[in-house]
């Protein structure tokens, strides 16, 4: 898990898996997943972005790998913004773990009404 925000009910998180980005939203227990190409070797750029009209995506060095239309989402999740790490297990992954390494540069940009 390298990013994630909310709960079992609400929620996003961003994990690595098997050389893959993950993108995955929960919202009122319905699960939507979006997954990258395979990502390059390190050093590299993520970024993930679920848009006011509902259109998720994924940015690899800032090249579009993978979008889909999930409809708009009318409410932000709850809990805290956690880096690295999960307690809300969104995407109920067995195997996913928290994430060990270096991370760096992060920045994250939450922008809501």
Known sequence: ????????????????????????????R???TLKSVPLPPPPFKICVEL???GVAS????DLSVSSEYWGPFISNPPGELMVGSSKSGILREKDI??????LG?????????
Not at 97 to 102: V, W
Not at 105 to 113: A, D, L, R, T
């Open 1 to 28: 898990v390298l990013a994630a925000q909310g709960d079992k009910m609400s929620g996003w998180e961003m994990s690595a898996k098997e050389g893959f980005l993950i993108f995955g939203v929960r919202r009122v």
């Open 30 to 32: 319905d699960l939507y």
């Open 51 to 53: 848009s006011f009209d």
């Open 58 to 61: 994924i940015r690899i060095n």
């Open 97 to 102: 773990f928290d994430f060990e390494g270096i």
């Open 105 to 113: 540069p992060v920045s994250v940009e939450v922008i809501g009404k």
